[in-house]
């Protein structure tokens, strides 16, 4: 207990340091590490005098360098805030003001930043990690956040960046998708019309025919889950019945499948999802 209430007291002390501070990045990194060793220290974090206001500041004024030549500014004061918010995520009273606030869409315009610098990246990346957090299945209020997520743009901003983005950026926007797929509100909405579900089809082709260069066994796992999700849709397991993905039988792809088991295990349950 006593070593609890030395970390509250410390965790108060960061976060009134943090307010005050002129530069937030050093204190952003100090809350940070401080929430990595005292993860119970959360809610008292999230209660804090002026953290809230601090948050939205900080992802907002990166607005103005996205495309700018201080564009390496908004790795640099994003990363750390949605790192903290990723710690936070197990507190519920987090969750639900997260949700009620939109906090999540002052987000989108560094998901829909057209940079590849890679601070961007990692930037990108680390949003669609907390996002990909709200809408889990495995989150107890999850239905909440998915019903915030299904009226925006998530879905169309995952299919950019699993598109155009990095790796570890393209991985990160297919769990996102794939935990969308996991609810099924989600799934009918994102394939509510045939020019949806093609959307979608078509970019998982793209990412697909760019796997003949980047070679990417979790990508290609994430990939073939989404598929195996998307045959939850009847019309959609008979379009891909009657014209199954062709990129996934091409020779590099299936050279993948059989020397890698975690992709091999996905393929198999695809296969599986469509004949059942």
């Avoid at 340091?17 to 005292?38: C, I, M, Q, W, Y």
């Avoid at 601070?119 to 809408?135: D, H, M, S, T």
């Avoid at 509510?192 to 796997?211: C, E, G, H, K, P």
Wanted: glycine content about 4%.
């Amino acid at each position: 207990m006593k070593s609890e209430g030395k970390s509250d007291l410390l965790a108060q002390k960061i976060c009134a340091s943090l307010v005050a501070a002129e530069d937030k990045l050093p204190g952003l990194n100090t809350l940070r590490k401080h929430l990595a060793e005292h993860p119970e220290a959360a809610p008292l974090v999230w209660d804090a005098f002026g953290i809230r206001a601090l948050f939205l500041n900080e992802i907002t004024k990166s607005y103005l360098n996205i495309e700018t030549s201080s564009i390496s500014s908004v790795a640099k004061t994003t990363f750390p805030v949605v790192d903290v918010m990723i710690s936070l995520c197990p507190v519920k009273e987090f969750r639900e003001s997260c949700v009620s606030a939109q906090l999540p869409l002052f987000l989108y315009p560094i998901l829909n930043s057209s940079s590849k610098e890679e601070g961007i990246e990692r930037a990108k990346a680390k949003v669609l990690c907390f996002i990909n957090i709200l809408v889990d299945e495995k989150t107890p209020d999850a239905s909440h956040s998915l019903e915030l997520f299904k009226t925006t743009e998530l879905v169309p901003l995952c299919l950019r960046n699993m598109e155009l983005g990095t790796e570890k950026t393209k991985i990160a926007a297919g769990r996102v998708l794939y935990a969308i797929f996991s609810n099924r509100d989600g799934l009918e909405y994102s394939c509510q019309t045939y020019d949806r579900f093609m959307a979608i089809s078509i970019i998982l082709n793209s990412v697909l025919v760019q796997m003949e260069t980047m070679r990417s066994p979790e990508l290609l796992e994430g990939v073939i889950k989404i598929y195996t999700k998307l045959c939850g849709m009847p019309n959609a397991k008979v379009v891909f019945n009657k014209n199954r993905p062709q990129m996934l039988y091409t020779e590099h792809i299936r050279e993948m499948v059989r020397t890698n088991a975690q992709v091999k295990a996905a393929y198999e349950e695809f296969i599986h999802a469509l004949q059942g």
